[in-house]
């Protein structure tokens, strides 16, 4: 008898605990409604907040850092040794837009720093020396002749950041055409561009008319943050002088803001790979094309 009550009490607290959690997975279900649809109206509210006319700001980045440490680590080349790595990048844009006109603005910072420190070799340099080294600011004036076309002009400058501040430096000024076939894409047609390059004695860079084409994409999906630039300059004087920079950078948020980052970053520009100190070619033109890159894999931050 006395087992049967047991069986019986075991079978009822089951029961009741079976039916407790059926009911908590039914109103979770019914706050997860309410939820999802909540979020649609504050979607559609800030969807109208969006299009009203005003400077829109927006900004993220991306923060990759590691730290190593050997101590009689014979397999590795450096068996006493500590080393770090560090990469920051930063896009923002500040863009107004209103019935007759519009003014854009951007910029991206990417700069990395490395350092390795052989506790053997007393002489070996342990400061943190710069690695990647980007730092691009635009700004783009349009009148509008229609919805998607106006008539514009650009103003783009690129450097060093770190080491070597304006050598060299590039700034394109010119005037021509805008397009926007969407809220997120600006392409931008200026057949009369002139690109300044400034540099110091001992190098030898040449500024030259040209042509500028640019196309810049911003999207935003949910938690997803999108941006991708392409910027080219092509001399009318040589193509040894024409350049262009394609740079891509994404940023998933995870939790208030916080999340994975990523950027990775195209170059070509003879101009550059002649002058530098790394390279010992005998002229511009006896130079061959590099295609520079980097990538930058880490935390990201949107504000």
């Known amino acids: 008898m006395k087992k049967l009550v047991i069986a019986v009490a075991l079978l009822i607290s089951n029961f009741s605990f079976s039916q407790t959690v059926e009911e908590l997975k039914a ?83 990417n700069l990395g720093w490395v350092k390795i420190d052989d506790k053997d070799d007393p002489n070996d340099d342990t400061n943190f020396r710069g690695t990647t080294d980007v730092f691009t600011i635009t700004s783009l004036f349009g009148y509008k002749l229609t919805k998607t076309l106006a008539v514009s002009t650009l103003g783009e400058y690129r450097t060093s950041f770190i080491e070597n501040f304006n050598d060299p430096g590039y700034l394109d000024v010119g005037v021509g055409a805008t397009w926007t076939p969407l809220k997120e894409l600006v392409v931008v047609v200026h057949p009369i561009n002139y690109n300044f390059v400034f540099s110091s004695s001992g190098t030898s860079f040449d500024s030259s008319l040209g042509a500028k084409i640019v196309a810049d994409y911003n999207r935003t999906i949910g938690k997803l943050k999108f941006r991708s630039n392409f910027s080219t300059f092509q001399s009318y004087k040589s193509s040894d002088l024409s350049n262009w920079t394609w740079i891509n950078s994404l940023g998933f948020n995870i939790w208030k803001g916080i999340g994975v980052g990523l950027e990775s970053g195209l170059r070509n520009n003879r101009q550059e790979t002649f002058n530098s100190p790394l390279t010992s070619f005998a002229s511009l033109e006896s130079t061959p094309t590099r295609l520079q890159s980097y990538w930058l894999l880490g935390l990201s931050y949107a504000f």
Do not use: H, M
């Open 27 to 109: 109103e979770k279900s019914k706050k997860a409604a309410e939820v999802a649809k909540l979020q649609g109206e504050v979607d559609a509210l800030q969807a109208k907040i969006d299009a009203f006319p005003g400077w829109k700001f927006s900004t993220f980045g991306t923060i990759g850092a590691n730290f190593s440490g050997f101590n009689d680590w014979f397999s590795n080349a450096v068996p006493n040794s500590s080393a770090g790595n560090i990469g920051i990048t930063v896009n923002g844009t500040a863009n107004l837009d209103r019935e007759k006109y519009f003014w854009r603005n951007s910029g991206n910072l």
